[in-house]
T-cell receptor, first 109, second 111 residues
Framework: KQEVTQIPAALSVPEGENLVLNCSFT??????LQWFRQDPGKGLTSLLLIQSSQREQTSGRLNASLDKSSGRSTLYIAASQPGDSATYLCAGTGNQFYFGTGTSLTVIP | DTAVSQTPKYLVTQMGNDKSIKCEQNLGHDTMYWYKQDSKKFLKIMFS???????INETVPNRFSPKSPDKAHLNLHINSLELGDSAVYFCASSQDQYGYTFGSGTRLTVV
């Protein structure tokens, strides 16, 4: 059974810092890897999708990479802003769609 | 132009009642899902439907029943609601190898 773990569980950084969120999965037989953002009391917003043939995706200050051989994905956020404060979830699709445990990010002004 | 829409957004009901949550997607996706997010923010799949066929059914109580009148809709019906059913329920859709699109969630509170 696929298990997806995100480290750290919580992260607090001052505004302007670059940061990395980690996601690891136990079964490398995933197809796609998707990163989501969830604001308190809100739904899930898709940030980046890395399809099976890709290794990374970039959108603005966000960059996500996927290494299937090691079972890891990272989300890099450059020049963090208070508006980036949210919970970040990674999810991998194999036979099913498995969510990670989430990283709660707080960016301090 | 909401891609995946769920109604209602909030639902407060008493134990023992029967309730439904509706979900509609206008993306033309083939597969729709229901997820439950618990108090620890962990998302767990409940059901998925592909072209009206149930293809995933996790070990959820049979009080929960998905109903899909057509490819664009997947409703969730819950019988005899219990306190432990309180959670946020998310609908989602996907198409082949492309990513998932989620609804904004329905916060169910059973009192």
């Amino acid at each position: 059974k696929q298990e997806v773990t995100q480290i750290p569980a919580a992260l607090s950084v001052p505004e302007g810092e670059n940061l990395v969120l980690n996601c690891s999965f136990t079964d490398s037989a995933i197809y796609n890897l998707q990163w989501f953002r969830q604001d308190p009391g809100k739904g899930l917003t898709s940030l980046l999708l890395i399809q099976s043939s890709q290794r990374e995706q970039t959108s603005g200050r966000l960059n996500a990479s996927l290494d299937k051989s090691s079972g890891r994905s990272t989300l890099y956020i450059a020049a963090s802003q208070p508006g980036d404060s949210a919970t970040y979830l990674c999810a991998g699709t194999g036979n099913q769609f498995y969510f990670g445990t989430g990283t709660s990010l707080t960016v301090i002004p | 132009d909401t891609a995946v829409s769920q109604t209602p957004k909030y639902l407060v009901t008493q134990m023992g009642n029967d309730k439904s949550i509706k979900c509609e997607q206008n993306l033309g996706h083939d597969t729709m899902y229901w997820y439950k997010q618990d108090s620890k923010k962990f998302l767990k799949i409940m059901f998925s439907y592909n072209n009206k066929e149930l293809i995933i059914n996790e070990t959820v109580p049979n009080r929960f029943s998905p109903k899909s009148p057509d490819k664009a809709h997947l409703n969730l019906h819950i019988n005899s609601l219990e306190l432990g059913d309180s959670a946020v329920y998310f609908c989602a859709s996907s198409q082949d190898q492309y990513g998932y699109t989620f609804g904004s969630g329905t916060r169910l509170t059973v009192v």
